[in-house]
């Protein structure tokens, strides 16, 4: 195997790794503030946020992730809203994990008792009031485990930036197989760097579910 050609390619590859945590990141914290208002709408005593939610969830579920980001980028210009190849793959990295995120949240909620919500509302809160400090604070703790590691299919997930001309790891990993033809060095490359990424993620997501384990 030959890398040589990194040095030359060096930047190509530190800005599309720049790129891929900033995408992880703008779609983890929408993905997360999503899934939990999707969660709340499948609970919800409401029927019209329960079938919303849940129409919500199952559809995005079972599609694949490149026809979520396709929409965005392929879709909307057609109806004259143009968005770039690095937006439309985050919202479509956000719209299908929140999806994810969301039943994780809703095992969490039915899993605090029911006597935690009437408590809640009997001192005086709203259900929103109720729900939003008391109910949720111990679903997410519950669900952390499960989050984190949709978090961790997130960050491998971004890759589908390459497709729409993102500018991300995957992007720029493939401009520089095209320019050096030295295909298995150039991925090899990338993948150590989504393995910077996702490595400690994965590691933290072990001591954390140990921790709570330990806790309960």
């Known amino acids: 195997m030959d890398f040589s050609f990194v040095g030359a390619y060096w930047g190509d590859f530190t800005e599309g790794f720049k790129n891929t945590i900033y995408a992880s990141l703008l779609a983890l914290a929408g993905s997360f503030i999503l899934g939990i208002l999707l969660a709340v709408f499948r609970i919800s005593p409401w029927k019209v946020l329960r079938i919303l939610g849940t129409a919500y969830v199952e559809f995005f579920r079972n599609i694949p992730l490149l026809l979520v980001v ?46 935690q919500m009437e408590a809640a509302r009997s001192s005086g809160l709203s259900y929103v009031q109720a729900m939003r400090f008391v109910v ?60 910077i990424l996702t490595i400690p993620l994965a590691y933290a997501t072990n001591v954390l579910e140990r921790r709570l384990a330990r806790t309960n």
């Open 70 to 115: 396709y929409v965005f980028y392929l879709g909307l210009p057609s109806m004259g809203v143009d968005l770039d190849g690095f937006t439309s793959g985050t919202l479509g990295l956000m719209v299908y994990t929140s999806a994810f995120i969301a039943e994780a949240i809703r095992a969490g909620i039915q899993s605090v008792p029911t006597g």
């Open 136 to 195: 949720l604070p111990q679903a997410v703790r519950i669900v952390i485990p499960p989050i984190s590691n949709q978090f961790l299919n997130l960050v491998k997930n971004s890759s589908i930036l390459g497709v729409v001309a993102g500018f991300d790891l995957m992007y720029f990993a493939d401009n520089v197989n095209s320019y050096s033809f030295q295909t298995i060095e150039t991925y090899m490359i990338a993948a150590g760097f989504y393995l």
